[in-house]
């Protein structure tokens, strides 16, 4: 009987224990959750909260409004259409957000069929459920006219189940209306990367999905180009795969979204993340090289930019890239530029306004690491970098947009730590007058 009674209190003791570190974990999740306006406190139209920051650069004093995103997540993209940012999270959500109410608004849509969950099943013991949902999903999205009629173009990673491997994808789907219900609509896949490749390919690094590329711009009324990383096949962690034709990864695509026809661009890229092209065709685009080897690059059809042979960067912890070629002869197409540790490129835009004093037709360059803005003045004649500007900003910049009216609008991106602290956000940047 004594003995029963032990057990019983323990049994009591150990409910009351759990109950109390489930309340307070509640608790603690519902205040972050209303703090910083995540869910469930983000309806489908919401007011948010705004947070301004100043900032005094060289030619302009700015005003930065953060307002929370809708949803808790990595990577997603954003673009511009009529008067409202489209967001599209990581999970393929459609967001708008009313520049003039200061509103996100949820769009119903279809799911995107690139079986996200069936990966995350399979591997989620292996290599985590929070590595997978955060690096699994949107790499990037481009809306556009094509002849004609406005598409919403997105990139992605893309499962396929029947392989068990994984490639990166183009998905379209039609977008006559900004208001309109597109849950009737389905994702069309236009693109699917070859061959499709495994998590251990890289066995190191499985699952190097972080190297992935994704960039989407449009080229003309048919076409666009496609940047893919090289997964961190690189002849040391992996396969070289960037220096090869006979596989799509480490290169940049022009794709025609009508008759899905493809064709290499561009190759030799380790992990391009940030295109632009000018309405002289000129064509730019950032990438992510090995430590202190991130690079600006203005790309030509059919040329080679060297990696994993020539880099100016190093291999994480050692003062050298073992497969670089730089120091013997040009082989390959140099960058514009290339810039030392710690920054993290992302994406870039070419300033196009007169709304920021003297920005005009200067490259503006996001980062993720070194949380800043990086204006580069450009000698469009000789080619060449003239003048650079650190612009800190104090926050991870996933995507950056130019607005019609001239202002800059920026995605950041959580950190890994203290991310209830990093709460991503959406950064509109105006002139302070």
Same mark, same amino acid.
């Given at each position: 009987? /004594?003995?029963?009674?032990?057990?019983?209190?323990?049994?009591?003791?150990?409910?009351?224990? @759990?109950? =109390?570190?489930?309340?307070? =974990?509640?608790?603690?999740?519902?205040?972050?959750?209303?703090?910083?306006?995540?869910?469930?406190?983000?309806?489908?139209?919401?007011?948010?909260?705004?947070?301004?920051?100043?900032?005094?650069?060289?030619? !302009?004093?700015?005003?930065?409004?953060?307002?929370?995103?809708?949803?808790? /997540?990595?990577?997603?993209?954003? #673009?511009?259409?009529?008067?409202?940012? @489209? %967001? *599209?999270?990581?999970?393929?959500?459609?967001?708008?957000?009313?520049?003039?109410?200061?509103?996100?608004?949820?769009?119903?849509?279809?799911? $995107?069929?690139?079986?996200?969950?069936?990966?995350?099943?399979?591997?989620?013991?292996?290599?985590?459920?929070?590595?997978?949902?955060?690096?699994?999903?949107?790499?990037?999205?481009?809306?556009?006219?094509?002849?004609?009629?406005?598409?919403?173009?997105?990139?992605? $990673? &893309?499962?396929?189940? *029947?392989?068990?491997?994984?490639?990166?994808?183009?998905?379209?789907?039609?977008?006559?209306? @900004?208001?309109?219900?597109?849950?009737?609509?389905?994702?069309?896949? @236009?693109?699917?990367?070859?061959?499709?490749?495994?998590?251990?390919?890289?066995?190191?690094?499985?699952? =190097? =999905?972080?190297?992935? +590329?994704?960039?989407?711009?449009?080229? &003309?009324?048919?076409?666009?180009?496609?940047?893919?990383?090289?997964?961190?096949?690189?002849?040391?962690?992996?396969?070289?795969?960037?220096?090869?034709?006979?596989? &799509?990864?480490?290169?940049?695509?022009?794709?025609?979204?009508?008759?899905?026809?493809?064709?290499?661009?561009?190759?030799?890229?380790?992990?391009?993340?940030?295109?632009?092209?000018?309405?002289?065709?000129?064509?730019?685009?950032?990438?992510?090289?090995?430590?202190?080897?991130?690079?600006?690059?203005?790309?030509?059809?059919?040329?080679?930019?060297?990696?994993?042979?020539?880099?100016?960067?190093?291999?994480?912890?050692?003062?050298?890239?073992?497969?670089?070629?730089?120091?013997?002869?040009?082989?390959?197409?140099?960058?514009?530029?290339?810039?030392?540790?710690?920054?993290?490129?992302?994406?870039?835009?070419?300033?196009?306004?007169?709304?920021?004093?003297?920005?005009?037709?200067?490259?503006?360059?996001?980062?993720?690491?070194?949380?800043?803005?990086?204006?580069?003045?450009?000698? %469009?004649?000789?080619?060449?970098?003239?003048?650079?500007?650190?612009?800190?900003?104090?926050?991870?910049?996933? #995507?950056?947009?130019?607005?019609?009216? +001239?202002?800059?609008?920026?995605?950041? &991106?959580?950190?890994?730590?203290?991310?209830?602290? !990093? *709460?991503?956000? $959406?950064?509109?940047?105006?002139?302070?007058?």
């Amino acid at each position: 009987m /004594l003995v029963f009674i032990k057990k019983k209190k323990y049994e009591i003791l150990f409910v009351i224990i @759990i109950s =109390a570190i489930c309340s307070l =974990a509640s608790y603690y999740f519902g205040a972050l959750s209303y703090h910083y306006k995540i869910f469930p406190f983000n309806s489908k139209t919401k007011q948010i909260e705004q947070k301004t920051n100043y900032i005094e650069t060289a030619k !302009n004093d700015l005003i930065i409004q953060e307002f929370n995103l809708p949803v808790y /997540l990595k990577y997603g993209a954003i #673009d511009k259409i009529d008067k409202y940012i @489209i %967001y *599209v999270d990581n999970n393929a959500k459609i967001y708008l957000f009313d520049l003039e109410k200061k509103l996100f608004k949820k769009i119903s849509s279809s799911a $995107l069929n690139n079986n996200k969950n069936l990966f995350i099943q399979k591997y989620e013991e292996e290599l985590g459920t929070v590595r997978l949902r955060n690096l699994f999903g949107v790499r990037d999205i481009f809306v556009g006219k094509f002849k004609g009629d406005t598409k919403l173009i997105l990139s992605s $990673l &893309d499962y396929n189940k *029947v392989d068990d491997c994984y490639s990166l994808s183009l998905f379209k789907i039609n977008l006559e209306s @900004i208001n309109a219900d597109l849950s009737k609509e389905k994702w069309s896949k @236009i693109f699917t990367s070859e061959p499709c490749i495994n998590v251990d390919i890289t066995p190191n690094e499985l699952f =190097a =999905a972080g190297s992935s +590329g994704g960039r989407i711009f449009q080229l &003309d009324e048919e076409n666009l180009l496609l940047t893919i990383g090289d997964f961190y096949s690189d002849g040391v962690n992996g396969p070289n795969l960037s220096q090869s034709i006979d596989n &799509d990864y480490g290169k940049i695509f022009k794709v025609n979204i009508f008759t899905n026809e493809k064709k290499i661009f561009s190759l030799g890229h380790r992990n391009p993340q940030g295109l632009f092209i000018t309405s002289e065709k000129k064509i730019f685009s950032t990438e992510h090289g090995p430590e202190g080897g991130d690079e600006l690059n203005l790309i030509y059809e059919g040329n080679n930019y060297g990696w994993p042979f020539q880099s100016f960067g190093t291999d994480y912890n050692s003062k050298i890239w073992p497969l670089n070629k730089i120091n013997r002869k040009k082989l390959f197409n140099y960058p514009l530029f290339s810039w030392g540790p710690a920054l993290g490129i992302s994406n870039l835009i070419i300033y196009s306004s007169d709304y920021f004093f003297e920005w005009k037709k200067n490259i503006i360059i996001s980062s993720l690491l070194g949380q800043k803005l990086i204006r580069l003045e450009y000698d %469009y004649e000789k080619n060449k970098i003239i003048y650079i500007e650190n612009i800190d900003v104090k926050n991870r910049i996933r #995507d950056i947009i130019e607005l019609d009216d +001239g202002r800059i609008a920026l995605l950041t &991106d959580e950190l890994d730590a203290n991310a209830f602290e !990093n *709460v991503p956000k $959406l950064l509109i940047i105006e002139k302070n007058l």
